[in-house]
Structure formats: C-alpha cells, structure tokens
C-alpha cells in the first residue's frame, strides 16, 4: 500500500506564504512525477505544479512566479512554496504521485486545507 503524507497547511493573510510537504512511503518503486493539486467545492481537480524525477517542472498559469515545487528523491518528497497567495488559492491541497509505467491519478494524499484570509 502506497501511502502519502501531508503537512504545512493552514490558514494565511492574502500576499503570506506557506510551504506544503508530502513524503511518499509503503510500497515504493520507482517514481516518475510527483506534484500537487487543488480543488474547490462543485469544481474539478486541478493541476497546480508537477515535478519529475528529472526535475522537469510544469505549473498552473494561475501560479507561475508565485509557488515553486522542489523534491528531494531520496526522501520521496515533494515540496510546494507558495508565496504572494491570494484568495482564489483557497482549496483543498492533494499530493499525487506518478510511478514508472504507472497511472498518474492513482495514488492521492488525503488533502490539507490552505485557506487565505484576512
């Protein structure tokens, strides 16, 4: 069983940043992406940032010059810095995680809240 854990949500002040951190552990092969989505009340998932295991990087427009995604693969981690954020950001945050010759969205983290707010 693959399992991927959350952290760094919360609630934050428009123009505030946060850092999100999900590690990836059970049964691990190898990893081809990791990134992160969002998603809000009556809408659809949504890409936010993705990473490879190569570093190849993709963002949301929405995002691009505010949040930056990094990894560490030793670790299995992915991280997202968010920063400059905005109301609209407000969503449920779900870490994915893709391996080699496998489904993209398969694998989920639970979710954490980022709620900004004044």
């Known amino acids: 069983q693959v399992q991927l854990v959350e952290s760094g949500g919360g609630l934050v002040q428009p123009g505030g940043s946060l850092r999100l951190s999900c590690t990836a552990s059970?049964?691990?092969?190898?990893?081809?992406?990791m990134g992160w989505y969002r998603q809000v009340p009556g809408k659809e998932r949504e890409l936010v940032a993705r990473?490879?295991?190569?570093?190849?990087?993709m963002y949301a427009d929405s995002v691009k010059g505010r949040f930056a995604i990094s990894r560490d693969n030793a670790k299995n981690t992915v991280y997202l810095q968010m920063n400059s954020l905005k109301a609209e950001d407000t969503a449920v945050y779900y870490c994915n995680v893709q391996f080699l010759r496998g489904p993209v969205y398969v694998y989920w983290g639970q979710g954490t809240q980022v709620t900004v707010s004044s």
């Open positions: 059970g049964s691990i092969f190898s990893i081809n992406a």
């Open positions: 990473i490879t295991n190569g570093g190849n990087t």
